[in-house]
């Protein structure tokens, strides 16, 4: 068996399976379970300082969707669908939150996991004062600064560019002496460079990349699915979440990858492409806390057969191997696929 554990910023975890944040975590028996399951750590569902934020949570609502886009029962998801979504912030109040959190973490603390406080931002201000407050009982925090959701509601913000990042990582750095996680959108121009704002200003990892907005319409009622604009990810949007992390890796001190994970191998995919840690929210939601333990299980086989004995031995491998276009050289003869057909 390898040794999955992982470190950044002077965090260590058994192993590099998070349990993302989402409504899965944003209760106690939620977050309980995750890490019940296993999970290397747990990042609660995020709060933030304006009270329509968590209204927003009133108005959420959530479709599974096929690889057609037509809606899936819940009850029959295999955990590869398409989730499409409104979601809305935790409702509480912050003493109650950090409450739940301290409880939590001492329940992780028993197997070496950890539970990770979350901000997805309305204002620095805010984000740093939530973060100190969590910070007292968390051993990180991870501040969200690209929720899609941001283009549609008003009471959170999507941040696109570097500038922006680093004043939010600048504020909420100087708040709190715990590792900082700063998550980045999967629609803005320049990652790379978003990426590089965050760890310039004291980010210990960078979390890539936020789900995109989507819009689908429904072609019997010609209505838009959940009535409106929302946020949605999938296992299509793997392949752009290991584009932006092979394209950081190196850049900044760690990596960790999200949207589009669903099993230990996409897992495997996020580590080879230079993440040290992947957070799965989708799955969690779709087939609840099991699912993960059934990730780490077939991440730990796969290594196995590869006789991988630690991590350190998959992070960024195939990112290493990777060309530049100018690096290849001419194929002879052309590759012509849709001749043959
Ligand atoms: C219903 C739902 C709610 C989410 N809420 C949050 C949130 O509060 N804070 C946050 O940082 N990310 C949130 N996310 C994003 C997830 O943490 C995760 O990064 C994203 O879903 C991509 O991973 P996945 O492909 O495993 O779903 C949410 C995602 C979903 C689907």
Known sequence: MADLSTAFGGLRLPNPV????????????????????????????????????????????YLLLDQDLHAVPWTSAHGTETLFNRSGLAQTTLEEWVAMLERCQRHASATGSAVIGSVTVASAEGAAR?????????????????????????????????????????????????????????????IVGMARAAAGNGADAVCLTGRFNG????????????????????????????????????????????????DGLDVARFLLSGAQAVEMASLLLSNGAAALARTISQLDAYLDQHGVTRLDEVIGAAVRRAKEYHEIDPIVPPVRPWLDN
């Not at 975590?25 to 933030?48: F, H, Q, R, Y």
């Not at 890796?249 to 960790?256: C, D, E, H, Q, Y």
């Open 215 to 262: 819009f689908v319409p429904n072609l019997d009622t010609w209505d838009p699915e959940l009535g409106s604009w929302g946020a949605i990810g999938g296992p299509w949007a793997l392949p752009i979440s290991l584009y932006w992390i092979s394209k950081c890796f190196g850049t900044v001190p760690a990596l960790i990858g999200t949207n589009g994970a669903r």
């Open 18 to 61: 998070i349990a993302a944040s989402c409504e899965y975590t944003m209760t106690e028996p939620g977050i309980l379970a995750c890490i019940d399951a296993g999970a290397g750590a747990v990042v609660a569902k995020s709060i933030n300082e304006s009270p329509a934020a968590a209204k927003q949570l009133d108005i959420a609502d």
């Open 130 to 190: 939530l973060a100190a407050a969590m910070a007292e009982v968390v051993p990180a925090i991870e501040v969200n600064v690209g929720a899609p959701h941001g283009r549609e509601a008003a009471a959170v913000r999507q941040i696109t560019e570097a500038e922006g990042v680093a004043h939010y990582t600048r504020t909420v750095r100087a708040a709190i002496d715990c590792p900082l996680i700063v998550k980045l959108p999967g629609q803005a121009g320049d």
